[in-house]
């Protein structure tokens, strides 16, 4: 499925002006503060979309055969397979992550430690930028790309979400939310969350 999923999301971007948008302001917002990880990468579309804006970025994600498909599609970036829940990154070592639609797999308990993983591995001055669909709990598929799956996905509420990166630890959280692009997307409203790993 990772070779179906990404020959139908490779250039997603491309139709998501805002999702653009939002990523080169991290893009300026990280410059200069040290390596940045898209976690949870996928096929490495956001990744490949960030080194092309200059970003030293590295791809992160749970599934060995998503970490070949974007090593296959993008050859000039880093990815390795890691697990969001226990980063194999130092303390303090990034200058910013981003997590672009893959916190939809973790349950509140996860989520909550996924946040401390991801404060924990930033820099005094790191960012943080999330991507989500906006919801309440899980909703099951039994099919996927025409394949038989049996899954969750997770939507959340944006206030709880800032909520739970407050407690983590983050300062200056931002939201901005939009309706989905019509024909383009699952149609679900989406949500950004921008953090800090400390304030000014």
Same mark, same amino acid.
């Given at each position: 499925m990772a070779r179906e999923y990404a020959t139908r999301f490779? *250039?997603? +971007? &491309?139709?998501?002006? +805002?999702?653009?948008?939002? +990523?080169? &302001?991290?893009?300026?917002?990280?410059?200069? &503060?040290?390596?940045?990880? *898209?976690?949870?990468?996928?096929?490495?579309?956001?990744?490949?979309?960030l080194h092309e804006l200059g970003v030293p970025v590295r791809g992160l994600d749970l599934s060995p055969a998503f970490v070949a498909e974007a090593r296959r599609r993008h050859p000039g970036i880093d990815f390795m397979v890691g697990d969001m829940?226990?980063?194999p990154i130092s303390d303090a070592a990034l200058g910013g992550?981003?997590?672009?639609?893959?916190?939809?797999? +973790?349950?509140?308990?996860?989520l909550q430690l996924a946040f401390a993983e991801m404060f924990r591995v930033l820099r005094? *001055?790191?960012?943080?930028?999330?991507?989500?669909?906006v919801g309440h709990g899980p909703v099951h598929v039994d099919e996927f790309l025409g394949q038989p799956?049996?899954?969750?996905?997770?939507?959340?509420?944006?206030?709880?979400?800032?909520? *739970?990166l407050a407690v983590a630890g983050f300062a200056q959280i931002e939201i901005v939310e939009r309706d989905p692009y019509p024909g383009i997307e699952f149609q679900s409203r989406r949500a950004y969350v921008f953090a800090s790993k400390y304030a000014p």
């Open positions: 490779s *250039d997603e +971007l &491309r139709h998501k002006p +805002l999702d653009c948008e939002l +990523l080169r &302001r991290f893009a300026i917002e990280v410059a200069g &503060r040290g390596p940045v990880y *898209d976690l949870g990468c996928g096929p490495g579309q956001t990744t490949a979309f829940l226990s980063l992550a981003v997590a672009f639609y893959s916190i939809v797999h +973790l349950s509140d308990d996860q005094k *001055d790191g960012r943080l930028l999330l991507a989500f669909h799956l049996s899954a969750d996905f997770m939507f959340f509420d944006a206030v709880s979400v800032a909520a *739970d």
